[in-house]
């Protein structure tokens, strides 16, 4: 089956406002928030049509079928064997982010993570009234080197307060996918320190390189499940982040119980749509994925080629996501990057600052090649 992933969208609609498109002005060109250019799968869009077209939009519930669809595609894709009642469902990995902390934590805690990070991960402490601490990754060793876990830095940041680790894997911003080894110490470390883990996974389709493949955190390491708080989401493999559905997988039934009961009276239930969406998307998607992938590995070698003639930028290149993560400290932009190309380029980019990474910005690929083209040649203006 053929997919387009070629025909630029019109996405600026006056009845329908995107946050990527209409946060700027519309000479600007968007490769800043993580959601993708793209239509969604068929299947999806069919199974939306056709549950529009019962009429009747009331409180639902979780069906069987998307409980069943994750447990499928998780051991197929990930050789995990989950049970449905593992799943609970709910609005978004940001709000869950969010939960664990008043779950499982009390005030003054620490929460503990490694920067740079998604930004949402570096609010949480504060707006929970948490004690926020923070590691640093090891840059890379050279130009084009992957990003690595700092291990003795993580355990120089816990004390005796550190409850939480909010972990992510694959890694947003950076792309990478964390080798057997960094995962063995930080199991280590976890257990050897009593932490519980939130590990958003949210990436975890998306890995670029050829037969790679995603290890959960509580399936590598099986003796550390019941101290893991696993999230899904189908947002960003089949682009679906405005239908707010994602899955905390939780093995153990205490801390289960937890999670779920914080939420109670903060929360509303998902999006019945999001529930349809995510269901087909697990079921019927995966070719479409295969084909996405195709794409943003041809996007990604495009990038690199860019990158490669711009004096004082490097990047080491994802190993999954559609994200790309960019040193500009050395290319005389001064203290913001960010700003100085929008501006000068008219392309929007996310600030490193946000991540906890001054002089950095994170590039969004996952747009059509004409679209792509547009943006690099607008940066090689001012870079190269």
């Not at 019109?10 to 009845?15: I, L, S």
């Not at 469902?89 to 920067?115: C, N, Y």
């Not at 994602?246 to 749509?273: E, H, K, S, T, Y």
Request: some cysteine; aromatic content about 8%; glycine content about 8%.
């Amino acid at each position: 089956m053929q997919f387009d992933f070629a025909t630029p969208l019109a996405r600026r609609h006056p009845d329908w406002p995107s946050q990527k498109w209409q946060r700027y002005d519309e000479d600007v060109a968007p490769l800043w928030v993580a959601d993708m250019d793209f239509r969604s799968p068929p299947a999806v869009i069919e199974a939306l049509e056709a549950r529009v077209s019962h009429g009747v939009f009331g409180y639902g519930v979780v069906p069987d079928g998307l409980r069943e669809a994750l447990c499928t595609w998780s051991g197929e894709h990930y050789d995990w064997s989950i049970k449905p009642e593992w799943q609970h469902w709910l609005p978004g990995v940001v709000p869950a982010l969010h939960l664990a902390s008043l779950a499982f934590t009390e005030p003054g805690d620490g929460i503990l993570t490694v920067t740079p990070i998604y930004p949402p991960f570096l609010k949480v402490a504060e707006r929970t009234g948490r004690r926020a601490q923070t590691a640093a990754l090891a840059e890379p060793a050279a130009p084009g080197e992957p990003w690595r876990l700092d291990l003795a830095a993580l355990e120089a940041a816990i004390t005796s307060e550190t409850r939480l680790l909010l972990w992510c894997q694959p890694h947003n911003p950076t792309g990478r996918a964390w080798s057997i080894d960094e995962l063995e110490g930080l199991a280590e470390l976890v257990e050897r320190h009593d932490l519980l883990v939130v590990s958003d996974e949210l990436h975890c389709d998306l890995l670029l390189d050829e037969n790679a493949r995603h290890r959960p955190l509580a399936a590598m390491f099986p003796a550390l499940a019941a101290r893991i708080i696993t999230l899904w989401a189908p947002s960003k493999t089949f682009n679906l982040a405005g239908l707010t559905a994602a899955c905390a997988v939780i093995p153990d039934p205490g801390l289960r119980r937890q999670f779920i009961a914080a939420g109670r009276g903060l929360l509303p239930d998902v999006n019945l749509m999001g529930l349809v969406a995510a269901e087909a998307a697990y079921r019927h998607g995966e070719p479409w994925r295969q084909a996405l992938l195709e794409t943003l590995r041809g996007h990604r070698v495009r990038l690199a080629e860019a990158v490669a003639g711009w004096p004082g930028v490097s990047m080491s290149a994802p190993q999954s996501t559609y994200l790309a993560w960019l040193d500009l400290r050395q290319a005389g932009l001064g203290e913001s990057p960010q700003r100085l190309l929008l501006k000068e380029a008219r392309v929007a980019l996310s600030d490193g600052t946000d991540f906890g990474w001054p002089g950095f910005v994170r590039l969004n690929f996952g747009t059509t090649r004409t679209q792509l083209d547009e943006a690099l040649s607008r940066l090689d203006r001012v870079l190269a």
